[in-house]
């Protein structure tokens, strides 16, 4: 069974920095696209910032410059460095990624997602 695992959210003031890990395990084939989702209650989730397996990235308009995704295929783990971060940067972070696994003679890709892990920004 394959799990996603994020850590690293919590409180920060305006203009601080956090670190979000999330780490992939299980009997996993190969990763395609990771990437980094949020969710404000009453909204709906948006993408935050997303990479390929071969590294390229892209990242919402509103975090350009102030965050940065990267990821580590040797320990199937993503990353999101968030800088001067701000009070509406506040959300429940979630971490995804397209996972192929290998099942008899097939190999199937599906999306899995963490449990989310909150970041709170005080003005």
């Known amino acids: 069974q394959v799990q996603l695992v994020e850590s690293g959210g919590g409180l920060v003031q305006a203009g601080g920095s956090l670190r979000l890990s999330c780490a992939a395990s299980?009997?996993?084939?190969?990763?395609?696209?990771m990437g980094w989702y949020r969710q404000d209650p009453g909204k709906q989730r948006e993408s935050v910032a997303t990479?390929?397996?071969?590294?390229?990235?892209n990242l919402a308009d509103s975090v350009k410059g102030r965050f940065t995704i990267y990821r580590d295929n040797a320990k199937n783990a993503v990353y999101l460095q968030m800088n001067s971060l701000k009070p509406e940067d506040t959300a429940v972070y979630y971490c995804?990624?397209?996972?192929?696994?290998?099942?008899?003679?097939?190999?199937?890709?599906?999306?899995?997602w963490g449990q989310g892990t909150q970041v709170t920004v005080s003005s």
């Open positions: 995804n990624a397209y996972i192929r696994i290998s099942q008899g003679m097939r190999v199937t890709v599906s999306a899995y």
């Open positions: 299980g009997s996993i084939f190969s990763i395609d696209a």
């Open positions: 990479i390929t397996s071969g590294g390229s990235t």
